[in-house]
């Protein structure tokens, strides 16, 4: 079988499934593999076609046209404006920014900001698609190569600096878009840092959930999911298709997002209120042990009834409600993410007992714990 002779220039620091996707379409699509950092093309490489990570930068823009005057077919996998006048299998940015949106609605925030430490054409389409979205107020631009106007704008002092004074200064709660997961665990460590409450001050989701990245934190980070292998394959199979036809066809293909994976950093809903916010937290940090309406108002310092009249007007529901909705929220996740036993998981979120547990998830949800779990596979 004639081997096909492709370069892989990608991030290869990434941690997504695009990377070792390709290497597989590769080994049954017989092709042979050069792998090179996207920073690092190699210099006089001739072979059949390449998959790219086109960023908006000299160097890659130059080796793109000297791919391209050898007869190269290129397929490229990130937005750019590059990617305008190539063959590309990209992220669907626009959709990404909409389920950003709506899952920053649902959950009541009414003050948004969009945040990104580079500025590059990828990044604007993807403010401009979220604001777009959001349309109904102002989306505040946190963006550190404006801020910074090129002088510092590789002084992480500096940038940590500016951005704890944009923080300080922005409104609560706030719901903040990061571009990426790198991103968002930056500025995840600053609102901590600050001494600020993730989410119930400022909520953070970033535009791609990367398990690396956002599981490993204090506070777990909510994302946008991306099915990474179909971006690879798909860019895979575009270019065997350019190289079989001999044609280098300008051809886009949009990957649709998978939705949002919710994690701590967005779980809340937003409150105008700092009574409430100081609530949602004391809740939210205590659901692993068993209590209830009073535990929270002497948190709070407040009667009983006052806390009772603040939860009827604000959510419409009591106290109580609003603790077992977030303890069925937890169990959820323990059921999706993990082969814990009943037991296990009614000791970890506050149920006396597994039998509790059952009787009040199949109430909440309409289903046993069992048979949620067994609907997920």
Known sequence: MKHKDILLLVNVTATDDVYPTIIHYAKEHGWRLTIEDRLAPPEGWRGDGAIVEAMDIPIIARYLRSLRHKGISVVNLTDSRIARCIPSCIIDTGLVSRLASEHFCERGFTHAAFFSMEWVYGRKMQFAGFAKAWGKAYVSKWIWPEATKARNINNH???????????????????????????????????????????????????????????????????????????????????????????????????????????????????????????????????????????????????????????????????????????????????????????????????????????????????????FRSGLT
């Open 157 to 371: 002092a500096a940038m940590v600096k500016w951005i704890k004074g944009v923080i300080a200064a922005a409104p609560k709660p706030i719901a903040v878009f990061c571009v990426n997961s790198y991103n968002a665990v930056t500025l995840l460590n600053i609102c901590l840092d600050m001494g600020l409450s993730v989410p119930e001050e400022i909520a953070i989701l970033s535009a791609q959930y990367d398990p690396a990245f956002c599981d490993c934190q204090t506070v777990p980070i909510s994302g946008v999911e991306i099915d990474s292998r179909q971006h690879a394959m798909e860019a895979a199979a575009m270019l065997d298709g350019i190289i079989e036809r001999r044609s280098d066809i300008l051809n886009h293909i949009l990957i649709k997002p998978k939705g949002i994976k919710i994690q701590q950093s967005t779980n809340v809903l937003a409150s105008e209120n700092p009574m409430m916010r100081h609530a949602f937290r004391f809740i939210r940090e205590n659901l692993s042990h068993p209590f209830g309406a009073a535990e929270v108002a002497a948190y709070l310092g407040i009667p009983r009834i006052r806390l009772d009249r603040l939860f009827a007007s604000e959510l419409k529901r009591s106290v109580g409600s609003e603790i077992l909705r977030q303890r069925i929220s937890n169990v959820k996740r323990m059921l999706a993410e993990s082969d814990a036993k009943i037991d296990s998981i009614a000791a970890e979120t506050g149920f006396c007992h597994a039998s509790y547990l059952i009787k009040a998830f199949k109430k909440a949800v309409g289903v046993t714990p069992h048979r």
